[in-house]
């Protein structure tokens, strides 16, 4: 049975939402249209949870289908490869609205996969995919406190638009996309040009009555579908366990939290905690009970965390909730670069340089919808020993794509037009220590890195979180 779901974004605008034409074995199904804008959305579920899973283990992909504009892809196989940043970065925001919203001891591995099946290079489909997938997942019996919707509000003319079209969006002084459920805001993502706190805030509610209209569709259209959410057991609990974790080692956290120590002390002194309890436990038993050890333990130590800082009203590390971490700058410490600067604060730290190239060496777009050239990059890199971990080294992740476009977003607005910048720019963000926003640390030591190299920036761009 097909079933259809068409509401006005407030404009005259429409969107639909269909289900139970296309994909019908995937747990879950839509197409949602806006002009001629579509994207089918599917989601799937395992069963049963894989032993000892005490997370929720989502994947959120988001592809573009050059067929869906009428395009070939590039490159010498003609075939659509590995995702682009921009297809990335839709992904990483469907994922931040949805992943909160499954329940917490849901643990089964679920896929959500949006994809771009036409085209309207008017109408961007970012702001519809967070749609697509909420709406998937409602009509599906995957169990989810949803929905939620995501929408681009955009101020053009003193106005606030919703989902504004490609044309118009040249013109906006404020860009964002809001993801929110019925009754909350759950993530903001943009740029703006020093727009006053008021107008952001009038912007978030025009996204937020925008949201809540498409929420309700969905709500109405999963009544219609009927589906029962499955039933599920994926965790194993012993009551008596997780009581004596919580007697044996909440005054111990509690005791190392309330002294300042530096990141690295810490973890090894709470590692040292759990592992003594472990040791009190029947050897033949300890198999068994870790999975549940580790879980109860993690939530002793959150809860006794917050209660020091609440409580103290002072950081792990000593400093009062008013006091950002020392820093310290240098510039021009790489002497064959164009331009260099390390900015440290506390235990977070960005080598950047930046380099000046010519026209020939700009960037070229050639995604399904967006085409063109980009004469300012800034590539981020996280390697493993800025936290002390080992890791395999593999291809950049989503999350450096994703904090590399931040800090690009921040810095890009600064950097002067026209005949001003004749430049190529590439800023490179080699994160040596991390503790806290190192992409805040990025947009530092970018600043610096810049004027190193002789770039007029506008304004001085420093960002303390």
Partial sequence: MIITKTFDIGDGREITIETGKLAKQADGSVVVRMGNTMLLATVCSKKEADENVDFMPLSVEYQEKYAAVGRFPGGFFKRESRPSNYEILIARLVDRALRPLFPEDYH??????????SGDKNNYPDALAGLAASAALSVSDIPFHGPISEVRVARIDGKMCINPSADALERADLDIIVAASMDNIMMVEGEMKEVQEQDLLEALKAAHQAIKIQCQAQIELSQEVGKVKREYCHETNDEDLKARVRAETFDKVVAIASHPTSKQERNEAFEQIVNDFIETIPEEEREEKIPMITR??????????????????????????????????????LPSAHGSSIFTRGETQSLTTCTLGTKLDEQIIDGAIIEGSNNFLLHYNFPPFCTGEVKPIRSTGRREIGHGNLAMRALKPMLPTGEENPYTIRLVSDILESNGSSSMATVCAGTLALMDAGVKIKNFLIIIT
Avoid: K
């Avoid at 591995?109 to 771009?116: A, D, F, K, N, S």
């Avoid at 209660?307 to 002072?314: D, F, I």
């Avoid at 006091?323 to 700058?329: L, S």
């Fill in 296 to 333: 109860y333990y993690n939530e002793v130590e959150w809860e006794a965390v917050r209660s020091v800082v609440l409580n103290t009203r002072q950081r792990l590390d000593g400093r009062q909730l008013d006091q950002i971490r020392p820093i310290w700058c240098e510039v021009d410490y």
């Fill in 108 to 117: 089964a591995e679920t896929q959500v996969l949006v994809t771009l099946i």
